[in-house]
């Protein structure tokens, strides 16, 4: 009798036994289809002892129905899994659904058929049509993802194949991607580049777990640098794999990457079409994908030969993922670097204190460079203290950075203001009555954005009108902005000098890769005199006429006093300023701020990064905060206040007394509702040897809630 263990994706159902018909070759890690009542489901072969399930009679079993025409999910895989799963207390088939990325792929390869306009000009035509048109200019993909892009029904596009305006083209799933060539065009690198890069290829070819932290202050090119680790590995035949933030910040990186390897990497992240998914999923599993650039998710993506990963701006916090499997990319990475045996890279200017405290204590080994490539000099920074040099009333840009601006546009070079606040205004309120717009769905005001003339929820995404009068008192004409966006800002630089060219980079106007490309190519031609953004603009970019940087708000970060408040101001600020001065010019930046003596401020100012550590370090072990404690937290939610109320309660009425283990609450979560969800939180603060997981897996195992609530744990957490 030859039985399987399956993993299904399905939590509450967790493993399965099945019986192996004959001539079906299977092992651990194969993807098989099996029966489940009626239905059927996919579920990968797991190593039964590191799986336990119900004991089922061989005589009980059903047999599986088919194998997929997938390479198993690799050992040092599914090792990745069971970790993650273990250590962020998930469920293991949340975890490994991740793995297998596009549900398509897992089917095969072959053709698929899709759809693209044939560029005839109908002579009568449907609106309806019209604007299919219009959307669809430029894209091909199956029925169902234009009808998705075009935002009408698939019986509109085949109604459009019937008379002759989309025609199918029949394209190979599999179709191999063009070759990157390590050799393409390898720059010259300075002698502390040269240095860092050898130590790279030398890991790379050794085929050993090392983990790096490529420390380098901003404009260092540390890019070039960890790009001889890609080419050494391209050059063994390894798959390299490059974890980036934000998927805003890609389109420099392919730019740079095709510069020097000649062809695009492989692009993994939640935007893709089912299409593009299915296929580089199959190309990382067949080992094709040579390099692939994703966001965290590829993480997780069964690689045939990974020989290196490199998480560039590895400090950023989006690489912490706030729902579902709450894991942080940075830290998985390094794991699954140990479990492949490969080198992994943090690249960043700004490290995470965690990460500076690995390498202090000799865990990753520091590669630094502290000079900016081709000697520039890193900017003046100065501070002004809004309590003195005050704006003009109604401004936020004080005299002292006016005149700057000024200066630099009569030089013709290029300013960049910061504010980390997308709209017009953070809170909108009426004249007459005080009525504040709130959003229904959160904790939160809704957020005015001019150029859209809407209220916007900035967490659940709610959105209305911005009403000719006030809903409350009916006045009409009231409301009042209170507080500068980024919009606010830009139309201030508008009317203090009228001739300024202004573009405004925030999620809102640069939301695709063209605009992003768009910006970008007018930054570089000098078609911008004055940018003015959100954290988008902090990291990434290169504008060499760039000289002056703006914080408009510095304090804003260091509100609301969470655990990382002011390592992510430092970050900020640090990463925004880096973008002044990297050309031949000198740059010079301007911090506005009501606490100049602030740790955080001060340290800016001075750029004395190793005082800002020092003193951050000192704090975190005074509170037994990471990385000398664990915190942990427990968010129950319910769409009925009661119910998380008193479910939060229960968890709070159980909690284990122990040494060394502090838990604090419930009480209501900072976001205590949040969409549409009421939300309590307990916290828990330990010794960095405590078993966390293990204390918060028993403890929570002692309940049974009702359906409505959900009990989400969150290790390490990054803002609470
Ligand atoms: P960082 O990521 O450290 O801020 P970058 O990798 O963006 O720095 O490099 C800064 C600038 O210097 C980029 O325009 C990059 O192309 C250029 N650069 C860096 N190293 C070299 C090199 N060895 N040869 C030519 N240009 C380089
Ligand atoms: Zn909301």
């Not at 044939?118 to 029925?143: S, Y």
């Not at 930054?523 to 990291?539: N, S, W, Y």
């Not at 970019?541 to 804003?556: E, I, N, S």
């Not at 951050?616 to 129950?636: H, K, L, N, S, Y």
Request: proline residues 7%; contains cysteine.
């Amino acid at each position: 009798m030859n039985r399987a263990r399956l993993l299904v994706f399905n939590a509450a159902l967790g493993a399965l036994d099945y019986r192996v018909p004959e001539g079906m070759a299977i092992e651990p890690g194969s993807v098989v289809v099996a029966p489940l009542g009626p239905r059927q489901i996919v579920g990968v072969v797991w190593d039964a002892e590191r799986l336990p399930t119900k004991d089922v009679p061989d005589s009980k079993l059903r047999p599986l129905l088919e194998a997929l025409p997938v390479p198993p999910l690799p050992a040092p895989l599914r090792r990745l899994i069971e970790w993650a799963a273990d250590y962020y207390v998930a469920p293991l088939s949340s975890v490994a659904r991740m793995a297998l990325g596009s549900s398509a792929a897992l089917r095969g390869g072959g053709t698929t058929t899709e759809y693209r306009l044939t560029g005839e000009e109908p002579k009568r035509i449907t609106p309806q049509r019209a604007a299919a048109m219009d959307a669809l200019h430029g894209e091909q993909a199956t029925i169902r993802e234009l009808a998705e892009i075009a935002s009408v029904s698939e019986g509109v596009l085949r109604g459009m194949v019937g008379a002759g305006l989309l025609e199918p083209v029949v394209v190979d799933i599999d179709r191999p991607y063009p070759r990157a060539r390590a050799d393409f065009a390898a720059p010259t690198l300075s002698e502390d580049q040269q240095a860092a890069a050898d130590m790279f290829v030398a890991a790379v070819e050794a085929k050993k777990f090392a983990p790096f932290l490529l420390d380098g202050v901003t404009g260092s090119g540390k890019t070039e640098v960890y790009f001889e680790g890609v080419a050494a590995a391209l050059a063994e035949g390894r798959q390299v794999l490059v974890l980036l933030p934000e998927i805003a910040l890609t389109e420099n990186f392919l730019r740079r990457f095709e510069a020097r390897f000649g062809v695009s990497p492989v692009l993994w992240h939640s935007s893709l079409k089912a299409s593009e998914r299915r296929r580089a999923w199959r190309a990382i599993v067949s080992g094709d994908a040579q390099v692939v650039v994703g966001a965290r998710s590829a993480l997780f993506m069964p690689y045939a030969r990974l020989g290196l990963i490199v998480v560039d701006e590895a400090h950023e916090t989006s690489f912490k993922q706030d729902d579902g499997v709450r894991y942080n990319a940075r830290d998985v990475a390094v794991i699954r670097a140990r479990f492949e045996g490969v080198p992994v890279i943090l690249a960043s200017a700004t490290p995470a204190l965690e990460s500076m405290h690995l390498a202090d204590t000799g865990v990753y080994q520091r590669i630094v460079l502290p000079d900016r490539f081709g000697g520039a000099k890193l900017p003046d920074i100065s501070i002004v203290d809004l309590r003195e040099e005050q704006p003009e009333r109604g401004r936020w840009l004080a005299p002292r950075l006016v005149e700057e601006l000024k200066a630099r546009l009569e030089r013709g070079e290029q300013s960049l203001l910061f504010l980390n606040r997308r709209g017009y205004a953070p809170l909108t309120l009426c004249r007459h009555c005080g009525y504040r717009f709130q959003c229904p769905n959160c904790t939160a005001w809704l957020v005015e954005h001019r150029l859209s003339r809407r209220l916007a929820c900035h967490h659940c995404g709610h959105e209305v009108p911005v009403p000719a009068a006030c809903p409350e008192c009916a006045t009409p004409d009231c409301l009042v902005a209170c507080g500068p966006g980024v919009e606010r800002i830009a139309d201030e630089v508008a009317e203090i000098m009228p001739g300024a060219r202004v573009a405004l980079v925030t999620s809102d106007t640069l939301n695709s890769p063209e605009k992003i490309g768009e910006f970008v190519a007018a930054a570089e031609g000098k078609l911008i005199d004055v940018i003015v953004g959100t954290q988008l603009v902090t990291k990434g970019y290169h504008f060499p006429d760039l000289t002056l940087v703006g914080v408009v708000d510095a304090d804003l970060g260091l509100e609301g006093g969470d655990l990382r408040a002011a390592e992510r101001t430092y970050q900020q600020v640090a990463q925004v300023a880096g973008r002044a001065g990297r050309g031949e010019k000198p740059g010079e930046v301007l911090i506005q701020t009501r606490h100049p003596t602030a740790a955080v401020i001060d340290a800016l100012a001075k750029g004395d990064r190793d005082a800002f550590y020092a003193a951050e370090t000192e704090a975190r072990r005074d509170a037994g905060a990471p990385p000398f404690g664990r915190w942990a937290a427990i968010i129950v939610s319910s769409e009925d206040e009661a119910e998380a109320r008193d479910a939060a309660r229960a968890i709070g009425g159980k909690a284990p007394n122990l040494p060394d283990v502090l838990i604090l609450g419930p009480a209501p979560a900072p976001m205590s509702l949040l969409r549409g969800r009421y939300r309590y939180r307990l916290l828990i603060n330990a010794r960095r040897s405590a078993e966390v997981q293990k204390i918060v897996r028993e403890w929570l195992g002692l309940f049974d809630f009702p359906q409505g609530v959900r009990v989400n744990v969150d290790i390490d957490p990054y803002s609470f």
